[in-house]
């Protein structure tokens, strides 16, 4: 599992297509874009679900909590029943968001997941932003950097200067593709082999 | 759990976003286009994920099989962790499609699932194929009749000449959404009593 | 040229799509969706653009009015230079937003268009606002009506139980697809003949 | 007017949209992908009209070509009748393109007209069409280089390396958005100051 974190507009979907292309194994893409999707139209814009202010600020109320807690679990049933998984997310309470995602992978996290940081400048990112013209202006500068505050990451990219496929070819780097995730995590867990190679 | 079965442009989207909207809980809606979505591009039009004819004929192979599978996985994994889910499916194995689905869902399918079959004349769908100009010809007449081959539901709704609200009215009728789904599923199997109280 | 009016959801856009189908020429569709497309993204939201209420009320600024009036000078100026065209547009001014098609027509309009009234019960054309699920409430409702007054139509069809392809089939009935319109039209100014049969 | 020539997955319609938002003035986009929009279905793979073979090579019919002739027209007569336009084309032809927009523009094209070359390097957009995951692969490539031969600029960007909203600035930079460019035309024509710059 593969889980990215950073910044509306700084450049996650990009990524998470070239990672695709380029793993040799097929992985599945989800994230809060399609966890959003998938809620009441109602939610897209009302005090339980989901609101963004005209500054690009996001709230989100209880209902969006509680049905985004239950999509974590049901992702990571998905990396248990054997599906390589990639998750684009926005971490818009720092930590605390990392850690809602421990809680859900349980013992998966502890080896299965690849934490990736996606920087980006936030003035490039509030260009980004205005050239794909389908957000409201402000939440890629709001968010750029407080989504990664005590963030801990395996892996970070700058979109800054990089191109997403580049950027995925160093996370695609240090991804054991070769092996079936699923089947690696117990293997971690219940035979005490391989003690000097990190997985 | 609401899980909707019926062919291509018979209306299962519509009638998705209206349950959505008339239902006064809040409910995640997935569904094959949303996993197929998830999907890497290369896997749309190849031997190893799902490849549509020119006829509208669709074949899939072992790899999108196996991701479908833990994608459902982890649909009833967000069920039992009390996400009220609705999906709207396309069984192209008819029988063995909702078979599929019932092994996945495990003690959940007996009681937290209400079965909809969703139906459109062939002629209809094929005409509704051409207004919304997004798909490839055929698929509505090939699917029709085929998806519903052998499948067992609580319900069937008629889109032909029933418009997807009303559908989506009758249906949400069934549905007993002052609960939580998840708790209700282990007291209905559980529990006999409640002969004389509609729950 | 053929024009469409009708309300928001009232099923124009499938019944375009389903001329296009069956019309043996090729005929290249444009509409308000399409010029509102066009409009840089600060005029969706904005006193000199267009702006929709929380109840589907839609305003219009002076700045969106005159890029309108040359765009439909754009239209025109493609069928007399031989483009087969539909438009669909929603006459939020009734008779005075028809006049404004007629005045850039000039001599076009007399005899090169055919004028479709498309028709929908405002409790249908809302349920399908809730189905289609990507427009503000209330616009169906708000325009069934008020779109169509003191308008003057060649056809009406109504959506509410005829399906697209039908309404389109009926349409297409009344087009001189084998000539070229652009030719037709000034042969009907030049040449007195054809005094018996409408156009 | 502004005309933008590049490859796919060259990065104009990021520009475009970076253009309508830093020009003081409304000015309306079209390009290719809105005229292609505009066509039946059937025309997006026919032989008839455009199709994208596997290599992502493009060719395009008799049919395509008359519409498209007369859409530069109609696009042209918005110019004339007061609307600031920007054009975002792929010159499939390359030197032959252009002169089928001279032609269309008349006297508006000598001076009206800011002509804007946007270069990517070959890699760079076939990555960025990886990204995207919208496009056949290899249309990037393929049209890359091609698009630009014969093709004489006013300006040239290369988003490569720089972000499409500084390219847009330095468009912008060149565009005289205080006055009118309808009524812009006639005075350059009139006055013969300015006999050292080229247009």
């Given at each position: 599992?593969?889980?990215l974190n950073?910044?509306?507009?700084?450049?996650?979907?990009?990524?998470v297509r070239c990672l695709q292309a380029v793993l040799p194994n097929p992985w599945l893409?989800?994230?809060c874009d399609s966890f959003v999707d998938a809620l009441p139209a109602r939610m897209q814009e009302s005090d339980a679900g989901i609101a963004v202010a005209a500054d690009g600020g996001v709230s989100v109320g209880a209902d969006f909590l509680a049905l985004e807690a239950a999509w974590r679990e049901g992702v990571v049933a998905m990396v248990r029943a054997g599906a390589r998984v990639i998750i684009d997310d926005v971490f818009l309470g720092g930590a605390?968001?990392?850690?809602?995602?421990?809680?859900?992978l349980g013992e998966v996290g502890e080896a299965g997941v690849l934490w990736v940081g996606?920087?980006?400048?936030s003035a490039v990112a509030a260009g980004r932003e205005v050239?794909?013209?389908d957000r409201v202006r402000g939440m890629a500068a709001a968010q750029a950097d407080v989504v990664h505050e005590g963030v801990v990451y395996d892996l970070e990219v700058d979109t800054s200067r990089t191109e997403s496929l580049v950027c995925a070819q160093a996370i695609a780097a240090r991804v054991h593709d070769g092996e079936d995730p699923a089947r690696r995590t117990p293997s971690t867990a219940h035979v005490p082999a391989r003690p000097t190679t990190a997985p």
């Open positions: 599992m593969i889980i950073g910044g509306s507009s700084s450049g996650k979907s990009g990524i893409a989800f994230g605390a968001s990392q850690q809602r995602w421990q809680k859900a996606v920087r980006c400048e050239a794909r013209g």
